[in-house]
C-alpha cells in the first residue's frame, strides 16, 4: 500500500494534497533551506495529515567557539550544511501553517549509538589515516571517521540533540 520514489524534496513533483504522511528519518539535515523542505511537505500532504520527521537540532545556537569547530568539523564531514534549532524549526512548522505541532526530544535514545559510533571511529581513524596516505582511502572518507568522533563529542557537549517532530496540516 505504500510508494516510494527517488526525487527532491524541495520539489517533488507531486500533486497537491496527495500524500497520506510525509516521513523524514535523518534527512532534512542535509537541505540547504529546512523551510524549502516543510513547504512542499505541506504543499503535498493531504489536510489533516501528518508530517513526521527525526533529526539532529541544534540545542544551543551559540555555542562558544571552541564547539563551533567541533560542530563544524561534524557536520561537514556527514555533508551537513547546517541544524536548524528546536525552537527556528517549530518556528518553520508553524509558518508553513503546520498546527498541533509536537516534538519529542529523544536525545537520551540515541546516545548508546552516537557513543557506539564514537568508539568505532577512534578505532578506525588510524587505519583510515594509513589508508589515506598510501593512496587506498580518500581525505574525505577519512574525514567521515572524523565526524563520526566529533557528533558524538557535539551530542556530549550539549551542542545539539536529536528530535521528534509531529506536525498536522489543517
Known amino acids: 500500500l505504500a510508494t516510494f520514489r527517488v526525487g527532491e524534496f524541495r520539489g517533488t513533483g507531486l500533486a497537491d494534497n496527495s500524500v497520506d504522511v510525509v516521513l523524514a528519518i535523518g534527512s532534512v539535515c542535509h537541505a540547504n533551506r529546512k523551510e524549502d523542505f516543510v513547504r512542499e511537505a505541506f ?90 596516505w598510501l593512496h587506498l582511502r580518500s581525505p574525505i572518507e577519512t574525514g567521515n571517521i572524523v565526524a563520526a568522533i566529533n557528533q558524538f563529542r557535539s551530542l556530549n557537549i550539549g551542542t545539539w540533540g536529536y528530535g521528534i517532530f509531529s506536525a498536522k496540516k489543517p
Open 43 to 132: 504543499r503535498i500532504l493531504h489536510p489533516e495529515r501528518r508530517l513526521i520527521l527525526s533529526d539532529g537540532f541544534l540545542r544551543n545556537t551559540t555555542p562558544p567557539p571552541t564547539d563551533r569547530a567541533i560542530l563544524r568539523e561534524w557536520l561537514c564531514g556527514w555533508t551537513v550544511p547546517s541544524l536548524a534549532g528546536f525552537d527556528a524549526f517549530r518556528q518553520t512548522l508553524e509558518d508553513a501553517g503546520f498546527r498541533d505541532i509536537r516534538l519529542k526530544d529523544a536525545t537520551e535514545k540515541i546516545r548508546p549509538f552516537s557513543l557506539w559510533l564514537y568508539r568505532r571511529a577512534r578505532l578506525a581513524y588510524p587505519i583510515g589515516k594509513i589508508l589515506e
